[in-house]
Protein backbone atom coordinates (compact mmCIF):
# COMPACT_ATOMS: atom_id res chain seq x y z
CA UNK A 1 0.00 0.00 0.00
CA UNK A 2 1.32 3.77 -0.87
CA UNK A 3 3.10 5.83 2.11
CA UNK A 4 0.83 8.75 1.65
CA UNK A 5 -3.14 8.14 0.06
CA UNK A 6 -3.79 8.97 -3.96
CA UNK A 7 -6.13 11.63 -3.31
CA UNK A 8 -6.09 12.34 -7.07
CA UNK A 9 -9.65 10.91 -8.87
CA UNK A 10 -7.68 9.69 -11.69
CA UNK A 11 -4.88 8.54 -10.53
CA UNK A 12 -6.96 6.86 -7.68
CA UNK A 13 -9.03 5.16 -10.28
CA UNK A 14 -6.16 3.95 -12.01
CA UNK A 15 -4.83 2.09 -9.51
CA UNK A 16 -7.51 0.30 -8.38
CA UNK A 17 -7.86 -0.45 -12.32
CA UNK A 18 -4.64 -2.21 -12.38
CA UNK A 19 -5.20 -4.05 -9.10
CA UNK A 20 -8.46 -5.59 -10.31
CA UNK A 21 -6.68 -6.50 -13.67
CA UNK A 22 -3.54 -7.65 -12.04
CA UNK A 23 -1.72 -5.15 -14.96
CA UNK A 24 1.57 -4.60 -13.79
CA UNK A 25 4.28 -6.96 -12.26
CA UNK A 26 5.34 -7.15 -9.28
CA UNK A 27 8.48 -6.32 -10.25
CA UNK A 28 10.70 -5.31 -13.05
CA UNK A 29 10.01 -3.03 -16.05
CA UNK A 30 7.40 -2.01 -18.10
CA UNK A 31 7.13 -0.11 -21.59
CA UNK A 32 5.48 2.97 -21.89
CA UNK A 33 4.45 3.69 -25.72
CA UNK A 34 4.24 7.24 -25.56
CA UNK A 35 3.29 9.79 -29.19
CA UNK A 36 3.58 12.91 -27.28
CA UNK A 37 -0.39 13.08 -27.21
CA UNK A 38 -2.42 13.84 -23.58
CA UNK A 39 -3.70 10.07 -23.34
CA UNK A 40 0.38 8.54 -23.66
CA UNK A 41 1.10 11.81 -21.60
CA UNK A 42 -0.75 11.02 -18.93
CA UNK A 43 -0.56 7.44 -18.90
CA UNK A 44 3.15 8.00 -18.22
CA UNK A 45 2.77 10.66 -15.90
CA UNK A 46 0.09 8.40 -13.98
CA UNK A 47 2.38 5.50 -13.64
CA UNK A 48 5.15 7.64 -13.03
CA UNK A 49 3.60 8.58 -10.24
CA UNK A 50 1.97 5.17 -8.58
CA UNK A 51 5.36 3.50 -9.80
CA UNK A 52 7.39 6.33 -6.97
CA UNK A 53 9.35 5.05 -4.13
CA UNK A 54 6.56 6.02 -1.63
CA UNK A 55 4.07 5.04 -4.49
CA UNK A 56 1.64 1.60 -4.43
CA UNK A 57 4.43 -0.52 -7.17
CA UNK A 58 7.16 0.91 -6.26
CA UNK A 59 9.57 -2.40 -7.50
CA UNK A 60 8.09 -1.30 -11.11
CA UNK A 61 10.29 0.68 -13.18
CA UNK A 62 9.36 2.64 -16.48
CA UNK A 63 10.68 2.67 -19.82
CA UNK A 64 9.73 5.49 -23.07
CA UNK A 65 8.92 4.01 -26.04
CA UNK A 66 8.24 6.28 -29.30
CA UNK A 67 8.09 5.11 -33.07
CA UNK A 68 7.93 7.98 -35.52
CA UNK A 69 5.75 6.78 -38.03
CA UNK A 70 7.34 9.25 -40.66
CA UNK A 71 3.63 10.48 -41.87
CA UNK A 72 3.31 13.94 -41.30
CA UNK A 73 6.95 15.09 -41.94
CA UNK A 74 8.33 18.08 -39.83
CA UNK A 75 5.30 17.18 -37.08
CA UNK A 76 6.29 13.56 -36.61
CA UNK A 77 9.99 14.79 -36.49
CA UNK A 78 8.88 17.83 -33.43
CA UNK A 79 6.61 14.91 -31.79
CA UNK A 80 9.77 12.56 -31.11
CA UNK A 81 12.03 15.55 -30.08
CA UNK A 82 9.09 16.26 -27.45
CA UNK A 83 8.92 12.28 -26.01
CA UNK A 84 13.08 12.31 -25.92
CA UNK A 85 13.07 15.81 -23.76
CA UNK A 86 9.94 14.65 -21.63
CA UNK A 87 11.90 11.42 -20.62
CA UNK A 88 15.12 13.84 -19.87
CA UNK A 89 12.90 15.69 -17.82
CA UNK A 90 11.45 12.92 -15.86
CA UNK A 91 14.78 10.92 -15.22
CA UNK A 92 13.42 7.64 -17.60
CA UNK A 93 14.91 5.79 -20.54
CA UNK A 94 14.08 6.21 -23.34
CA UNK A 95 13.84 4.50 -27.05
CA UNK A 96 12.65 6.18 -30.19
CA UNK A 97 12.83 4.98 -33.49
CA UNK A 98 10.97 5.54 -37.32
CA UNK A 99 9.62 2.94 -39.39
CA UNK A 100 8.33 4.50 -43.32
CA UNK A 101 4.84 3.37 -42.50
CA UNK A 102 3.24 4.04 -46.23
CA UNK A 103 6.15 2.41 -47.35
CA UNK A 104 5.32 -1.28 -45.22
CA UNK A 105 1.29 -0.35 -46.09
CA UNK A 106 2.11 -0.10 -50.08
CA UNK A 107 3.99 -3.24 -49.83
CA UNK A 108 1.42 -5.36 -47.39
CA UNK A 109 -1.28 -3.75 -49.31
CA UNK A 110 -2.93 -2.84 -46.03
CA UNK A 111 -4.51 0.69 -44.92
CA UNK A 112 -2.42 3.25 -43.53
CA UNK A 113 -3.86 2.45 -39.73
CA UNK A 114 -3.08 -1.03 -40.38
CA UNK A 115 0.29 -0.60 -40.91
CA UNK A 116 0.73 1.65 -38.56
CA UNK A 117 -0.86 -0.42 -36.01
CA UNK A 118 1.38 -3.56 -37.19
CA UNK A 119 4.67 -1.76 -37.20
CA UNK A 120 3.82 0.38 -33.50
CA UNK A 121 2.93 -3.03 -31.47
CA UNK A 122 6.19 -4.95 -33.64
CA UNK A 123 8.41 -2.16 -32.30
CA UNK A 124 6.94 -2.12 -28.56
CA UNK A 125 7.70 -5.60 -28.60
CA UNK A 126 11.22 -5.50 -29.78
CA UNK A 127 11.78 -2.85 -27.38
CA UNK A 128 10.29 -5.19 -24.44
CA UNK A 129 12.42 -8.31 -25.90
CA UNK A 130 15.96 -6.11 -25.84
CA UNK A 131 15.11 -4.97 -22.07
CA UNK A 132 13.28 -8.22 -20.65
CA UNK A 133 9.80 -5.94 -19.89
CA UNK A 134 7.16 -8.40 -18.52
CA UNK A 135 4.67 -5.78 -19.87
CA UNK A 136 4.10 -3.35 -22.69
CA UNK A 137 1.45 -0.20 -21.30
CA UNK A 138 -0.26 1.33 -23.87
CA UNK A 139 -2.73 4.59 -23.37
CA UNK A 140 -5.98 3.19 -25.43
CA UNK A 141 -9.10 4.71 -23.01
CA UNK A 142 -12.71 4.41 -22.28
CA UNK A 143 -13.73 6.59 -25.72
CA UNK A 144 -11.57 4.65 -27.85
CA UNK A 145 -13.15 1.25 -26.75
CA UNK A 146 -16.45 2.99 -27.86
CA UNK A 147 -14.91 3.97 -31.22
CA UNK A 148 -13.37 0.04 -31.24
CA UNK A 149 -16.65 -1.26 -30.69
CA UNK A 150 -18.65 0.85 -33.30
CA UNK A 151 -15.81 0.06 -36.14
CA UNK A 152 -16.06 -3.67 -35.14
CA UNK A 153 -19.68 -3.58 -35.34
CA UNK A 154 -19.53 -1.92 -38.90
CA UNK A 155 -16.99 -4.57 -39.63
CA UNK A 156 -19.36 -7.56 -38.78
CA UNK A 157 -17.21 -8.79 -36.16
CA UNK A 158 -18.64 -11.78 -34.07
CA UNK A 159 -18.93 -11.53 -29.88
CA UNK A 160 -15.03 -11.70 -29.64
CA UNK A 161 -14.68 -7.88 -31.35
CA UNK A 162 -17.81 -6.92 -30.00
CA UNK A 163 -15.90 -7.76 -26.53
CA UNK A 164 -14.16 -4.75 -27.47
CA UNK A 165 -10.13 -4.40 -26.11
CA UNK A 166 -9.48 -6.01 -23.05
CA UNK A 167 -7.07 -4.57 -20.25
CA UNK A 168 -4.64 -7.52 -20.52
CA UNK A 169 -3.79 -8.90 -23.91
CA UNK A 170 -0.70 -11.39 -23.19
CA UNK A 171 1.77 -8.54 -22.53
CA UNK A 172 0.11 -5.53 -23.79
CA UNK A 173 -1.53 -3.59 -20.53
CA UNK A 174 -3.97 -0.84 -21.01
CA UNK A 175 -4.18 1.31 -17.35
CA UNK A 176 -6.82 3.88 -18.73
CA UNK A 177 -9.25 1.99 -20.46
CA UNK A 178 -11.76 2.72 -17.64
CA UNK A 179 -10.98 6.75 -17.84
CA UNK A 180 -12.94 9.27 -20.70
CA UNK A 181 -11.02 11.42 -22.61
CA UNK A 182 -12.37 14.34 -20.64
CA UNK A 183 -10.72 12.79 -17.49
CA UNK A 184 -7.45 12.49 -19.04
CA UNK A 185 -7.74 16.47 -20.64
CA UNK A 186 -9.17 17.96 -17.15
CA UNK A 187 -5.63 15.05 -15.34
CA UNK A 188 -3.34 17.04 -18.12
CA UNK A 189 -4.63 20.96 -17.10
CA UNK A 190 -4.45 19.52 -12.92
CA UNK A 191 -0.88 18.74 -13.31
CA UNK A 192 0.32 21.51 -15.86
CA UNK A 193 1.10 18.89 -18.41
CA UNK A 194 2.33 19.52 -21.74
CA UNK A 195 1.78 17.54 -24.57
CA UNK A 196 1.64 17.09 -28.88
CA UNK A 197 -1.57 17.25 -30.89
CA UNK A 198 -1.62 15.16 -33.74
CA UNK A 199 -2.98 16.53 -36.77
CA UNK A 200 -4.41 13.66 -38.42
CA UNK A 201 -6.31 13.18 -35.57
CA UNK A 202 -9.21 15.05 -37.47
CA UNK A 203 -8.45 13.66 -40.47
CA UNK A 204 -11.87 12.44 -42.59
CA UNK A 205 -9.90 9.76 -44.31
CA UNK A 206 -9.39 7.77 -41.48
CA UNK A 207 -12.34 5.43 -40.43
CA UNK A 208 -11.60 6.03 -36.94
CA UNK A 209 -11.90 9.71 -37.21
CA UNK A 210 -15.14 9.56 -39.30
CA UNK A 211 -16.50 7.30 -36.38
CA UNK A 212 -15.02 9.76 -33.63
CA UNK A 213 -16.41 13.15 -34.91
CA UNK A 214 -19.42 11.96 -37.07
CA UNK A 215 -20.99 8.81 -36.45
CA UNK A 216 -20.98 8.77 -32.58
CA UNK A 217 -22.02 12.27 -32.13
CA UNK A 218 -24.98 11.31 -34.75
CA UNK A 219 -26.30 8.25 -32.71
CA UNK A 220 -25.61 10.06 -29.65
CA UNK A 221 -28.96 12.41 -30.44
CA UNK A 222 -30.88 9.19 -30.29
CA UNK A 223 -28.70 7.92 -26.90
CA UNK A 224 -26.99 10.48 -24.96
CA UNK A 225 -25.51 7.49 -23.16
CA UNK A 226 -24.39 5.94 -26.17
CA UNK A 227 -20.66 5.55 -25.34
CA UNK A 228 -22.00 4.32 -21.58
CA UNK A 229 -24.39 1.30 -23.42
CA UNK A 230 -21.45 0.62 -25.84
CA UNK A 231 -19.02 -0.44 -22.58
CA UNK A 232 -21.63 -2.09 -20.88
CA UNK A 233 -22.88 -4.69 -23.65
CA UNK A 234 -18.50 -5.33 -23.91
CA UNK A 235 -18.49 -6.29 -20.27
CA UNK A 236 -21.47 -8.57 -21.45
CA UNK A 237 -19.81 -9.86 -24.22
CA UNK A 238 -16.35 -10.18 -22.69
CA UNK A 239 -17.55 -12.58 -19.91
CA UNK A 240 -19.34 -14.65 -22.50
CA UNK A 241 -16.67 -14.47 -24.40
CA UNK A 242 -14.35 -15.95 -21.66
CA UNK A 243 -16.90 -18.86 -20.75
CA UNK A 244 -16.76 -19.75 -24.88
CA UNK A 245 -12.71 -20.02 -24.67
CA UNK A 246 -13.25 -21.98 -21.53
CA UNK A 247 -15.24 -24.96 -23.95
CA UNK A 248 -12.20 -24.34 -26.60
CA UNK A 249 -10.32 -25.14 -24.04
CA UNK A 250 -11.88 -28.31 -23.06
CA UNK A 251 -12.23 -29.30 -26.85
CA UNK A 252 -8.83 -28.90 -27.51
CA UNK A 253 -7.27 -31.92 -26.27
CA UNK A 254 -10.01 -33.84 -28.42
CA UNK A 255 -9.83 -31.90 -31.39
CA UNK A 256 -5.87 -31.11 -31.60
CA UNK A 257 -3.43 -34.23 -31.95
CA UNK A 258 -0.01 -32.86 -32.46
CA UNK A 259 1.97 -29.18 -32.33
CA UNK A 260 4.61 -28.63 -34.18
CA UNK A 261 7.18 -26.06 -32.61
CA UNK A 262 9.20 -23.38 -35.16
CA UNK A 263 11.31 -21.27 -32.65
CA UNK A 264 9.21 -19.17 -30.58
CA UNK A 265 6.10 -19.69 -32.06
CA UNK A 266 3.81 -22.61 -33.55
CA UNK A 267 4.70 -23.53 -37.24
CA UNK A 268 1.25 -26.22 -37.57
CA UNK A 269 -1.21 -28.39 -35.40
CA UNK A 270 -2.38 -31.37 -36.60
CA UNK A 271 -5.93 -32.35 -35.73
CA UNK A 272 -8.58 -34.85 -35.75
CA UNK A 273 -11.74 -34.06 -38.38
CA UNK A 274 -14.23 -36.82 -36.55
CA UNK A 275 -13.90 -34.71 -33.22
CA UNK A 276 -14.02 -31.31 -34.60
CA UNK A 277 -17.12 -32.03 -36.28
CA UNK A 278 -18.66 -33.20 -33.19
CA UNK A 279 -18.45 -29.29 -31.28
CA UNK A 280 -21.47 -27.11 -31.53
CA UNK A 281 -20.56 -24.67 -34.58
CA UNK A 282 -19.85 -21.16 -31.80
CA UNK A 283 -16.85 -23.65 -30.64
CA UNK A 284 -15.86 -24.78 -34.00
CA UNK A 285 -15.37 -20.85 -35.08
CA UNK A 286 -13.50 -19.94 -32.05
CA UNK A 287 -11.44 -23.14 -32.16
CA UNK A 288 -10.42 -21.71 -35.56
CA UNK A 289 -9.83 -18.70 -34.69
CA UNK A 290 -7.61 -19.19 -32.04
CA UNK A 291 -5.73 -21.56 -34.37
CA UNK A 292 -5.15 -18.30 -36.62
CA UNK A 293 -4.03 -16.74 -33.89
CA UNK A 294 -1.65 -18.86 -32.85
CA UNK A 295 -0.07 -20.49 -36.19
CA UNK A 296 0.25 -16.28 -37.15
CA UNK A 297 1.75 -15.42 -33.91
CA UNK A 298 -0.94 -13.60 -32.68
CA UNK A 299 -0.54 -10.90 -36.44
CA UNK A 300 -3.67 -12.53 -37.80
CA UNK A 301 -7.25 -13.06 -36.63
CA UNK A 302 -9.08 -15.13 -39.63
CA UNK A 303 -12.12 -13.44 -40.80
CA UNK A 304 -15.79 -15.40 -41.07
CA UNK A 305 -15.41 -16.15 -44.56
CA UNK A 306 -12.68 -17.72 -43.90
CA UNK A 307 -13.16 -19.59 -40.92
CA UNK A 308 -16.69 -20.69 -43.02
CA UNK A 309 -14.30 -22.07 -45.55
CA UNK A 310 -12.19 -23.84 -43.52
CA UNK A 311 -15.03 -25.28 -41.58
CA UNK A 312 -17.04 -26.35 -44.99
CA UNK A 313 -13.62 -28.19 -46.03
CA UNK A 314 -13.45 -30.02 -42.51
CA UNK A 315 -17.44 -31.24 -43.40
CA UNK A 316 -16.98 -31.78 -47.17
CA UNK A 317 -16.53 -35.95 -47.81
CA UNK A 318 -13.00 -35.86 -49.66
CA UNK A 319 -11.15 -38.42 -51.48
CA UNK A 320 -7.54 -38.02 -51.35
CA UNK A 321 -6.49 -34.25 -50.17
CA UNK A 322 -7.54 -30.75 -50.34
CA UNK A 323 -4.99 -27.60 -49.52
CA UNK A 324 -7.33 -24.33 -48.56
CA UNK A 325 -5.13 -21.32 -48.34
CA UNK A 326 -5.29 -18.55 -45.65
CA UNK A 327 -3.78 -14.82 -45.52
CA UNK A 328 -0.09 -14.40 -44.37
CA UNK A 329 0.97 -17.68 -45.98
CA UNK A 330 -1.08 -19.85 -43.66
CA UNK A 331 -2.88 -22.86 -44.88
CA UNK A 332 -4.99 -25.80 -44.07
CA UNK A 333 -4.59 -29.00 -45.07
CA UNK A 334 -7.10 -32.01 -45.13
CA UNK A 335 -6.35 -35.97 -45.90
CA UNK A 336 -8.79 -37.97 -45.27
CA UNK A 337 -9.77 -37.58 -41.09
CA UNK A 338 -6.91 -35.19 -40.31
CA UNK A 339 -5.83 -31.83 -40.70
CA UNK A 340 -3.06 -29.53 -41.28
CA UNK A 341 -2.82 -25.81 -39.87
CA UNK A 342 -0.06 -24.12 -40.57
CA UNK A 343 2.54 -22.27 -42.88
CA UNK A 344 3.31 -23.49 -46.15
CA UNK A 345 1.65 -27.20 -45.91
CA UNK A 346 2.21 -27.55 -49.45
CA UNK A 347 5.88 -28.68 -48.64
CA UNK A 348 4.88 -31.97 -46.83
CA UNK A 349 6.26 -34.23 -49.12
CA UNK A 350 4.48 -37.38 -50.78
CA UNK A 351 0.91 -36.18 -50.62
CA UNK A 352 -1.54 -36.47 -53.29
CA UNK A 353 -3.57 -33.22 -53.18
CA UNK A 354 -5.74 -31.13 -54.65
CA UNK A 355 -5.76 -27.32 -54.14
CA UNK A 356 -8.57 -25.05 -52.83
CA UNK A 357 -8.12 -21.18 -52.45
CA UNK A 358 -10.93 -18.58 -51.37
CA UNK A 359 -12.26 -16.23 -53.65
CA UNK A 360 -13.86 -13.34 -51.95
CA UNK A 361 -16.90 -11.85 -53.08
CA UNK A 362 -16.31 -9.01 -54.41
CA UNK A 363 -12.71 -9.50 -54.94
CA UNK A 364 -10.27 -11.60 -56.20
CA UNK A 365 -8.08 -14.80 -56.28
CA UNK A 366 -5.57 -16.68 -58.39
CA UNK A 367 -4.57 -20.44 -58.17
CA UNK A 368 -1.64 -21.46 -57.30
CA UNK A 369 -0.38 -23.12 -60.53
CA UNK A 370 -2.42 -22.02 -62.77
CA UNK A 371 -2.40 -19.07 -65.46
CA UNK A 372 -5.47 -17.44 -64.58
CA UNK A 373 -7.15 -14.94 -62.20
CA UNK A 374 -10.81 -15.15 -61.72
CA UNK A 375 -12.38 -11.64 -60.27
CA UNK A 376 -15.98 -11.34 -58.39
CA UNK A 377 -18.16 -8.47 -59.06
CA UNK A 378 -21.28 -7.08 -58.19
CA UNK A 379 -23.52 -5.86 -60.65
CA UNK A 380 -26.90 -3.51 -59.87
CA UNK A 381 -29.99 -5.23 -61.28
CA UNK A 382 -30.77 -2.48 -63.35
CA UNK A 383 -27.65 -3.24 -65.71
CA UNK A 384 -28.61 -6.60 -65.68
CA UNK A 385 -27.63 -8.96 -69.13
CA UNK A 386 -30.27 -11.70 -69.99
CA UNK A 387 -31.21 -14.87 -68.12
CA UNK A 388 -27.77 -17.08 -69.13
CA UNK A 389 -25.85 -14.86 -70.69
CA UNK A 390 -22.77 -16.53 -71.49
CA UNK A 391 -19.71 -14.71 -72.97
CA UNK A 392 -16.19 -15.30 -73.66
CA UNK A 393 -13.40 -13.75 -75.98
CA UNK A 394 -9.73 -14.46 -76.29
CA UNK A 395 -7.92 -12.22 -73.69
CA UNK A 396 -11.06 -12.84 -70.47
CA UNK A 397 -13.70 -15.06 -69.93
CA UNK A 398 -16.77 -14.08 -68.05
CA UNK A 399 -19.99 -15.53 -66.29
CA UNK A 400 -23.00 -14.01 -65.04
CA UNK A 401 -24.90 -15.62 -61.80
CA UNK A 402 -28.54 -14.98 -59.64
CA UNK A 403 -26.61 -13.64 -56.43
CA UNK A 404 -28.87 -14.60 -54.56
CA UNK A 405 -28.71 -18.11 -55.48
CA UNK A 406 -25.11 -17.83 -54.84
CA UNK A 407 -25.31 -16.43 -51.51
CA UNK A 408 -26.55 -20.41 -50.49
CA UNK A 409 -22.95 -21.51 -51.71
CA UNK A 410 -20.79 -18.90 -50.05
CA UNK A 411 -17.82 -18.94 -49.18
CA UNK A 412 -16.59 -19.99 -53.06
CA UNK A 413 -13.47 -21.19 -53.38
CA UNK A 414 -10.99 -21.85 -56.56
CA UNK A 415 -9.96 -25.33 -57.57
CA UNK A 416 -8.90 -27.75 -60.76
CA UNK A 417 -10.54 -30.54 -61.28
CA UNK A 418 -10.66 -34.13 -59.05
CA UNK A 419 -11.89 -37.44 -60.13
CA UNK A 420 -15.73 -38.11 -59.63
CA UNK A 421 -17.14 -34.17 -60.33
CA UNK A 422 -20.14 -33.52 -61.36
CA UNK A 423 -21.63 -30.71 -62.85
CA UNK A 424 -25.37 -28.87 -63.66
CA UNK A 425 -24.76 -27.01 -67.02
CA UNK A 426 -26.99 -24.30 -67.98
CA UNK A 427 -30.51 -25.25 -68.50
CA UNK A 428 -30.48 -29.29 -67.80
CA UNK A 429 -32.02 -30.76 -64.39
CA UNK A 430 -29.28 -33.24 -63.92
CA UNK A 431 -25.71 -33.64 -63.26
CA UNK A 432 -23.43 -35.21 -65.38
CA UNK A 433 -19.76 -36.39 -65.13
CA UNK A 434 -17.74 -33.10 -65.48
CA UNK A 435 -15.35 -35.27 -68.05
CA UNK A 436 -18.38 -35.36 -70.35
CA UNK A 437 -19.35 -32.25 -69.76
CA UNK A 438 -16.15 -30.70 -70.60
CA UNK A 439 -15.80 -32.66 -73.91
CA UNK A 440 -19.22 -31.61 -74.99
CA UNK A 441 -18.03 -28.18 -74.38
CA UNK A 442 -15.07 -29.22 -76.63
CA UNK A 443 -12.61 -28.02 -74.10
CA UNK A 444 -9.07 -28.51 -74.99
CA UNK A 445 -7.15 -32.11 -73.33
CA UNK A 446 -4.72 -29.53 -72.43
CA UNK A 447 -6.83 -27.18 -71.10
CA UNK A 448 -9.04 -29.01 -68.92
CA UNK A 449 -6.73 -30.03 -65.72
CA UNK A 450 -6.06 -26.25 -65.30
CA UNK A 451 -9.10 -24.24 -64.79
CA UNK A 452 -9.41 -22.33 -61.87
CA UNK A 453 -13.11 -24.23 -61.49
CA UNK A 454 -15.87 -21.52 -59.04
CA UNK A 455 -17.46 -24.14 -56.82
CA UNK A 456 -19.55 -23.75 -53.53
CA UNK A 457 -18.46 -24.41 -49.72
CA UNK A 458 -19.88 -27.64 -50.40
CA UNK A 459 -17.83 -28.76 -52.92
CA UNK A 460 -20.66 -28.03 -55.58
CA UNK A 461 -19.20 -26.55 -59.15
CA UNK A 462 -20.65 -23.58 -60.27
CA UNK A 463 -18.73 -22.48 -63.14
CA UNK A 464 -16.33 -23.79 -65.63
CA UNK A 465 -14.95 -20.40 -66.26
CA UNK A 466 -15.36 -19.20 -69.78
CA UNK A 467 -17.41 -21.55 -70.94
CA UNK A 468 -20.86 -22.98 -68.56
CA UNK A 469 -22.54 -21.99 -65.90
CA UNK A 470 -24.53 -24.01 -63.49
CA UNK A 471 -28.02 -24.13 -63.83
CA UNK A 472 -28.36 -23.68 -60.38
CA UNK A 473 -27.18 -20.19 -60.23
CA UNK A 474 -28.36 -18.80 -63.57
CA UNK A 475 -30.32 -15.20 -64.07
CA UNK A 476 -33.76 -15.46 -64.30
CA UNK A 477 -36.18 -12.57 -65.08
CA UNK A 478 -36.59 -12.04 -61.06
CA UNK A 479 -32.99 -11.70 -60.98
CA UNK A 480 -32.08 -8.29 -59.03
CA UNK A 481 -28.85 -8.51 -58.70
CA UNK A 482 -25.70 -10.31 -60.82
CA UNK A 483 -22.35 -11.74 -59.64
CA UNK A 484 -19.77 -11.06 -62.63
CA UNK A 485 -16.94 -13.78 -62.77
CA UNK A 486 -14.20 -12.79 -65.14
CA UNK A 487 -11.26 -15.06 -66.13
CA UNK A 488 -8.12 -13.73 -67.22
CA UNK A 489 -4.76 -14.56 -67.65
CA UNK A 490 -1.87 -13.44 -65.21
CA UNK A 491 0.58 -11.43 -66.97
CA UNK A 492 4.03 -12.69 -66.45
Known sequence: MPKHPIRDTLLAAVQKFIEEHHLLPQSGTVVVGVSGG????????????????????????????????????????????????????????????????????????????????????????QVAAEIGAERIAVAHHADDQAETLVMHWLRGSGMAGLAGMHPLEKEVIRPLLAVRRDEILAYCARHHLAFREDSSNQDPRFLRNRIRHVLLPTLEQYNPNLRETLLRQAEIFAEEERYLQVQVAAAW?????????????VARVEGDVAAYRRLPLAIRRRLLRDLGLMVSGGEVSLELRHITAIDALLHR???????????????????????????????????????????????????????????????DGASTPSPGYEHTDAESRWGYMDLEAVQNYLPLALRTRRAGDRFRPLGMTQEKKLQDVLVDAKIPRTERGMLPLVCGADGTLLWVPGYLVSDLVKLTPTTRRVLVLEMRPVRG
Not at 116 to 123: D, G, N, P, S
Not at 333 to 339: D, E, N, S, T, V
Open 317 to 379: GVAGGWLLHLPRGMQVLRIQQRFKFGRLLAQIPAVQMMESVVLPVPGEACLPGTRWLVRAQIL
Open 253 to 265: PQVIIAQEKAGPG
Open 38 to 125: PDSVCLLHALKTLCAPEGPFPLVMLHVAHLNHLLRGEESQADAAFVADLAAQWSLPCTIEQVDVAAQAKTARQSIEEAARAARYAFLR
